[in-house]
Nanobody, 125 residues
């Protein structure tokens, strides 16, 4: 059973930084990679940044490129999202998810039971 537990969210002022963590267990690293998604009130869930299996590297969305960094500590089975230069537009619930080996960083590829519970990030101006 895939278990994903996010932490590290909070409230910050614009320009601030946060680091999100996702403790992952119960998934096959040969069949799945991990990624970060977010959903703002009234908006659809969207991919933020994902790692991929094999030599596909990582993917980071254009709206956070240069500000957010995704990384993974395999020894700790933990995924991170380092967020800097935060903007009010980054306010959302952030979710960790297991991304299928042949999938992409888009919510439609994620199985319904392969999501974490989310952690709230609020950025004030």
């Amino acid at each position: 059973q895939v278990q994903l537990v996010e932490s590290g969210g909070g409230s910050v002022q614009a320009g601030g930084s946060l680091r999100l963590s996702c403790a992952a267990s119960g998934y096959s690293s040969s069949s799945f990679s991990l990624g970060w998604f977010r959903q703002a009130p009234g908006k659809e869930r969207e991919g933020v940044a994902c790692t991929y299996t094999g030599d596909r590297g990582t993917w980071v969305s254009d709206f956070v490129k240069g500000r957010f960094t995704i990384s993974q500590d395999n020894a700790k089975n933990t995924l991170y999202l380092e967020m800097t230069s935060l903007k009010p537009a980054d306010t959302a619930m952030y979710y960790c998810a297991a991304v299928p080996k042949t999938g992409y960083c888009h919510p439609t590829y994620i199985q319904h039971n392969h999501w974490g519970q989310g952690t709230q990030v609020t950025v004030s101006s």
